[in-house]
């Protein structure tokens, strides 16, 4: 099996027991005719029917193309199945495609070809009012009549110009779809807007072209019900996008990469105490609780962990996304006992079962709540039986959102607030999210009370205080501590 693919096609299907064996057989013969190398994602959105075993009975045989059956646990919706797809896609092309494979499959080569020869090119979409389009099937009346609306309200409400928004025939490039996909929330009907809408908030090259839809089977659209969730769900789009929600890069690319070590060292005196503290925390907890093994710091920014983590382990691999964070760790620790890994949380390169411990320091907080519990799983995979997790992250039941809001308006650090933390979380549904993942939290607590603010007047009397901190981790502190471990059996099959 291939590593890299020509093109990835993600197929969500919900109850598409009737269907999906033709689908894929059109899907194989495509790849076949044309001479890709061809993998398709078939996400099983929460299905109640055969469509499972269907599909796997197909893919048992001999096929061309490569085909990967994705469960969600639950019917989550359209925009969350393709979602899920996209992070598991390894094609230089990614595309989607509805169930019931509605849009002929010849212009795709066509498509392939403008991705290879227009390099700035990031998005090519279906449009169904383009000449040169056609349909082999009629359209019902209530579908005409919804899309129309639908259309006049996505140009009033979010100014775009695209008329067509709705076609299932997406394509885009590998390389860069997944950090749209990043920003991605809406589940439903505008999940196709908000996709187009983040691109063009972002200035990304789009290009339409015509399509031939071939069917049109099994619409379950309800004029009114659906006309009520199109303005719920262009509503938050608009209320995100002037949040500035979707735009990219995030902002958090732009931290320089020893932003971490230079405000532990040489920030303000509440800046430098409040990271040594996360570090004097972090060394606390994982000795008293004889951590220790191989291990991976997981979102290493600047690596101010490093040195905790070295002297408790004989291997730690530094991990993050940022290539210029990467060369700063590997210059100052890369030849001390550290290992340096490019990479993301939630595709680790990195065996099964194969580490110790993990380390997570405010990372969490940067996800969306769906992709932290994608990055969990990837941490319990990599987790041995009963390894430990290790992660901070601010405590939303404290004075931090009042801390954040300031640091933000003052421009005292990097903003925090919208771009950035686009999670939150309390004691109670930490432990939830842990406990739905397969770990069991062993200690949790907070930390970062009034000790950093002490730190402006006196480093000594912010030492006192951290030490108060330290044996009374009940106190609503501004940064979250929890260390669990990977249970040997998981709930729910996990």
């Known amino acids: 099996m291939p590593t890299h693919y020509d093109l ?30 061809c993998e398709v ?15 796997q009975a197909f893919i048992d045989g001999e096929t061309t193309a490569d085909f990967r059956l994705i469960a969600l646990p639950e019917n989550r919706g359209k925009g969350a199945a393709v979602k899920c797809g996209v992070f598991e896609s390894r094609g230089r092309v990614v595309a989607f495609t509805d169930a019931d494979l509605p849009y002929a499959l010849d212009r795709v080569p066509a498509i392939l070809a403008m991705f290879h020869d227009n390099p700035d090119l990031q998005m090519v979409i279906g449009a169904r009012d383009l000449a040169g389009s056609g349909h082999s099937a009629a359209v019902p009346w209530r579908r005409r009549v919804l899309g129309g609306v639908y259309s006049l309200l996505v140009r009033g409400v979010l100014n775009t110009q695209i008329a067509d928004t709705q076609c299932g025939f997406k394509f885009f490039r590998g390389d860069t779809v997944k950090r749209l996909f990043e920003r991605v929330t809406i589940s439903g009907f505008g999940f196709d807007v908000e996709v187009i809408h983040i691109a063009r908030v972002n200035g990304w090259r789009i290009e339409r072209v015509p399509v031939h839809l071939m069917n049109m089977d099994g619409s379950s659209m309800r004029l009114a019900r659906d006309s009520a969730r199109m303005l719920y769900e262009l509503a938050l789009i608009r209320l995100r996008d002037l949040r500035r929600f979707y735009a990219l890069p995030l902002e958090r690319d732009h931290i320089p990469p020893e ?30 609780h004889g951590v220790t093994g191989r291990g991976l710091d997981a979102g290493c920014g600047s690596g101010i962990a490093l040195p905790e983590l070295i002297a408790i382990s004989p291997f730690v691999a530094a991990l993050d996304s940022n290539p210029a964070c990467l060369s700063f760790v590997k210059a100052r620790y890369g030849g ?34 769906e992709d932290g519990a994608r990055i969990l799983d990837e941490m319990r995979r990599v987790l041995r039986p009963g390894g430990t997790l ?21 421009g005292l650090t990097p903003r925090m607030g919208g771009d950035q933390h686009l999670a939150s979380f309390d004691r ?20 970062n009370f009034v000790s950093p603010w002490l730190g402006v007047f006196s480093q000594r009397l912010a030492n006192a205080a951290f030490r108060v901190e330290k044996r009374l981790p009940w106190l609503p502190g501004a940064l979250l501590l929890c260390l669990a471990r990977k249970r040997a059996e998981n709930v729910n099959g996990r």
Request: glycine share 8%; with cysteine.
């Open 390 to 410: 290790f992660l901070t992250t601010p405590n939303r039941r404290s004075a931090w959102p009042l801390v954040e809001y300031a640091l933000d308006s003052l």
């Open 428 to 447: 109670r549904g930490l432990r939830e999210l842990l406990d739905e993942r397969g770990f069991d939290v062993v200690a949790l607590g907070a930390f």
């Open 259 to 288: 932003y971490q070590h230079r405000a532990m060292h040489e920030g303000w005196g509440a800046q430098r105490c409040w990271h040594r503290n996360r570090m004097r925390m972090l060394a606390h907890v994982l000795r008293a």
């Open 8 to 37: 990835s096609i993600i197929v969500p299907a919900y109850n598409e027991e009737r269907r999906i064996a033709a689908t894929l057989a059109g899907l194989d013969a495509f790849a076949r005719r044309a001479g890709l190398a």
């Open 336 to 369: 001390a006992g550290c290992r340096v890994v490019a990479g993301e949380a939630g595709a680790l390169p990195v065996r099964d079962e194969s580490l110790d411990w993990v380390t997570m320091l405010e990372v969490i907080e940067h996800l969306a709540p």
């Open 41 to 55: 994602c078939v996400v099983l959105d929460g299905c109640t029917d055969g469509t499972a075993a269907v599909a």
